[in-house]
């Protein structure tokens, strides 16, 4: 099986090991704030999956160095940074908001490059444009991407996604790809494999539909359990069940056929905080997980 997984191609754009930095804006959701919904997905924690990011207290800049230190002192290495905007939405806010803090982060010495995580609905004109501006200013003339953005979509499938009140329609994914790749945007789509209500086919179809729409990178994660979600009473009352470790490869696995070795793989599985995490249990030793990965697809 051939693979292109993230860390050999950063190194092949950016010419070294290339970590990202988790940065936290101070942002929220449409579906917490009651724009499209409240409570936001069922899936989701209180922190936006931002719990591994720095604190939106502190400066851009200062969550950078923060973050990198951190690094360092796991990594020994001196490589380049892509600065993670990560926490909640983080185009769910006021052009220029958006505009400060993705020059401040890209102007910082070590980044080459801004990842921006965020929906498909939260893309208006005004957004594309501070994005469109950042591509023409800092990316002229380079052959990397300098500019990332991750869409959450999870699912193609609308019934499934009104179940766990993902807000908004596939159509809206479709939409958002066709104008990120008009600015020249690199596009990551997340794909959670084990929803409820989700059958094998199902979940490849939704990997081969992100393919056919022109999707740059995927993120898989399982369906994983957290605490004070509402995900977490469905699982208590037996109505929703989590897949084992070798489930879960047994999809990426398939997946990773479908995509072939064009798209890249930016991660083959999340790990929710130990701190909230009920289940799957196996997701919580990080080593394991990494150790298994490596050796079904690396061997």
């Given at each position: 099986m051939r693979i292109k997984d993230c860390?050999?191609?950063?190194?092949?754009?950016?010419?070294?090991?290339?970590y990202k930095v988790g940065i936290s804006l101070k942002v929220t959701c449409p579906n917490r704030d009651g724009k499209c919904g409240t409570g936001g997905c069922k899936f989701c924690s209180s922190g936006g999956s931002g719990e591994f990011s720095e604190s939106s207290e502190l400066s851009v800049t200062e969550q950078i160095d923060s973050g990198i230190s951190k690094l360092?002192?796991?990594?020994?290495?001196?490589?380049?940074?892509?600065?993670?905007?990560?926490?909640?939405?983080?185009?769910?806010?006021e052009p220029d908001m958006l505009r400060k803090a993705i020059w401040e982060a890209m102007k910082h010495p070590k980044v080459v490059a801004i990842s921006i995580a965020t929906r498909p609905d939260?893309?208006?004109?005004?957004?594309?444009?501070?994005?469109?501006?950042?591509?023409?200013?800092?990316?002229?003339?380079?052959?990397?991407?300098?500019?990332?953005?991750?869409?959450?979509?999870?699912?193609?499938?609308?019934?499934?996604?009104?179940?766990f009140?993902?807000?908004?329609?596939?159509?809206?994914?479709?939409?958002?790809?066709?104008?990120?790749?008009?600015?020249?945007?690199?596009?990551?789509?997340h794909i959670i494999l084990g929803l409820p209500g989700e059958s094998r086919d199902m979940m490849m179809e939704t990997v081969r539909y992100v393919k056919d729409k022109g999707t740059d990178g995927v993120k898989f994660t399982c369906l994983y359990i957290l605490r004070d979600t509402e995900y977490e009473k469905l699982w208590n009352n037996g109505e929703i069940k989590v897949l084992?470790?070798?489930?879960?490869?047994?999809?990426?696995?398939?997946?990773?056929?479908?995509?072939?070795?064009?798209?890249?793989?930016?991660?083959?599985?999340?790990?929710?905080?130990?701190?909230?995490?009920?289940?799957?249990?196996?997701?919580?030793?990080?080593?394991?997980?990494?150790?298994?990965?490596?050796?079904?697809?690396?061997?």
């Open positions: 860390n050999s191609y950063f190194k092949e754009c950016y010419g070294s090991k290339t360092s002192r796991k990594t020994k290495s001196d490589s380049g940074y892509i600065a993670y905007f990560q926490s909640f939405t983080n185009t769910y806010c939260c893309l208006p004109e005004e957004i594309l444009k501070v994005l469109s501006d950042f591509i023409i200013e800092f990316g002229t003339g380079r052959i990397a991407p300098v500019l990332y953005v991750e869409l959450g979509l999870q699912t193609i499938d609308d019934d499934v996604a009104r179940e009140n993902r807000g908004y329609s596939t159509k809206v994914y479709d939409e958002a790809v066709s104008k990120l790749k008009g600015i020249g945007a690199n596009i990551i789509t084992d470790i070798d489930e879960y490869f047994n999809l990426v696995s398939e997946a990773i056929n479908i995509l072939g070795d064009k798209i890249v793989i930016h991660r083959f599985t999340g790990d929710g905080p130990k701190s909230i995490l009920l289940a799957p249990e196996w997701t919580s030793n990080k080593r394991a997980v990494i150790n298994y990965i490596n050796r079904r697809f690396f061997n």
